[in-house]
């Protein structure tokens, strides 16, 4: 497969993965939450899905299935946590999955210089 069909496939995977934890969670507590706070409640659930996966495993549910993982560019590890928390954060913004058509790296992994890793430790392009 290639680079953006890897990517594709993380994404939809993640998003199914997403979707079915936030109706079950809609669910247990549509009498105890308003409507109109289920909005906020998904945004959270989105950054923390991806930055607790990433942060935690180096992976997503969807990255566990297509055996790929989030690794820095550089050998200096300790600003991990503030990678992965831009990346997540670039995520939200509506211009970064724009970013893929023109580029196999999305800005969240440009501007955070993180790189999508297959099994054989060769970046996804």
């Not at 989030?70 to 997540?88: D, G, S």
């Not at 800005?107 to 297959?118: C, E, P, Q, S």
Request: net charge positive; charged share 15%; proline share 2%.
């Amino acid at each position: 497969m290639t680079g953006k069909t890897i990517r594709l496939m993380n994404f939809l995977l993640d998003s199914g993965v997403f979707f079915l934890f936030l109706i079950l969670f809609i669910g247990a507590f549509r009498n105890i939450i308003p409507v109109e706070n289920m909005k906020w409640i998904a945004g959270v659930f989105y950054f923390l899905y991806y930055f607790l996966f990433e942060y935690i495993a180096g992976q997503t549910i969807g990255k566990m299935i297509t055996k790929t993982r989030v690794e820095p560019l550089t050998i200096n590890h300790n600003n991990l946590f503030i990678r992965l928390f831009i990346r997540t954060i670039m995520r939200m913004i509506p211009i970064d999955i724009l970013s893929y058509l023109f580029s196999a790296r999305g800005l969240h992994d440009r501007i955070t210089m993180t790189a999508i890793i297959d099994r054989k430790n060769t970046m996804i392009q």
